[in-house]
């Protein structure tokens, strides 16, 4: 079993309380911060929780958890593990399922934050490959405010199989790419069971999986005085995307 983390931020703690508290053992507050409205309501949760609260000192927490954004709440808890395999059945059987597959997301601020983005633009499932991508760290779960407790995130051994698996239950598999074959994210029809991949930002989609998408899109970008930008940070693009989806199946439902 991995060791306890020192998680960090209110977000990310505020999360870890209310979706697997049991996981929870020590929370350590920054004195002086205990009339701050956010860290009393974590105090008083963690207290009906039986959770142990240590008065700490800002540095300490600091050293505790390697990083000064902890925002004065540090937790010492269970590490959050990726859902299994099974889960993702159970989502691909829901109506018009979304789901987002990350690609070799290496950088723990970047998963983090597609993570976020993924909870707000209401995907159902992640899914990302086990190797040559981030854990879920305490780093992913500040940097996600919270989100990757929220929804289940599946780590797969072999991606290309998985998303032969996800095909084979009707759900059409879009990659994103700057490719001659790829057609505007806009002109795609994704109102339906759709999977969206997002590719690392140095190499994009491997070959297995580029091979394995039904239809390959780019979002368009518009040229500018001072040049066009050929791409964009990954979790910058994967909220268009997401946003571009959402847009879709919005206007959908309101001209039934």
């Given at each position: 079993m991995a060791k306890p983390s020192y998680f960090y931020g209110i977000h990310a703690i505020d999360a870890l309380l209310e979706h697997r508290p049991l996981d929870a053992l020590s929370l350590f507050v920054q004195q002086g911060r205990e009339s701050d409205s956010h860290v009393q309501a974590i105090i008083a949760t963690?207290?009906?929780?039986?959770?142990?609260i240590q008065p700490t000192q800002k540095d300490k927490l600091t050293q505790l958890c390697g990083s000064p954004q902890h925002q004065g709440v540090v937790m010492h808890a269970r590490p959050l593990a990726f859902a299994d395999d099974g889960v993702l059945?159970?989502?691909?059987?829901?109506?018009?399922?979304?789901?987002?597959?990350?690609?070799q997301i290496t950088d723990a601020h970047n998963f983090g934050a597609c993570l976020r983005t993924a909870v707000a633009m209401g995907v159902d499932a992640v899914v990302c490959p086990k190797h040559h991508a981030a854990s879920l760290t305490p780093t992913v779960a500040k940097v996600s405010v919270g989100a990757a407790e929220m929804m289940p995130i599946i780590s797969v051994t072999?991606?290309?199989?998985?998303?032969?698996?996800?095909?084979?239950?009707?759900?059409?598999v879009f990659g994103t790419a700057l490719d001659a074959r790829a057609k505007p994210i806009h002109e795609a029809d994704m109102t339906g069971k759709t999977a969206l991949i997002m590719g690392s930002e140095g190499e994009g989609m491997?070959?297995?999986?580029?091979?394995?998408?039904?239809?390959?899109v780019y979002i368009p970008m518009?040229?500018?005085?001072?040049?066009?930008?050929?791409?964009?940070?990954?979790?910058?693009?994967?909220?268009?995307?997401?946003y571009e989806i959402n847009r879709q199946r919005t206007l959908g439902s309101a001209q039934e």
């Open positions: 963690a207290k009906d929780n039986g959770v142990s059945d159970n989502v691909m059987a829901q109506e018009n399922c979304l789901l987002l597959v990350l690609d072999n991606l290309a199989r998985t998303l032969s698996q996800i095909k084979a239950a009707g759900v059409f491997r070959r297995l999986t580029l091979e394995s998408c039904d239809e390959l518009l040229g500018n005085a001072h040049g066009n930008l050929q791409s964009l940070n990954v979790s910058v693009a994967t909220g268009m995307a997401l």
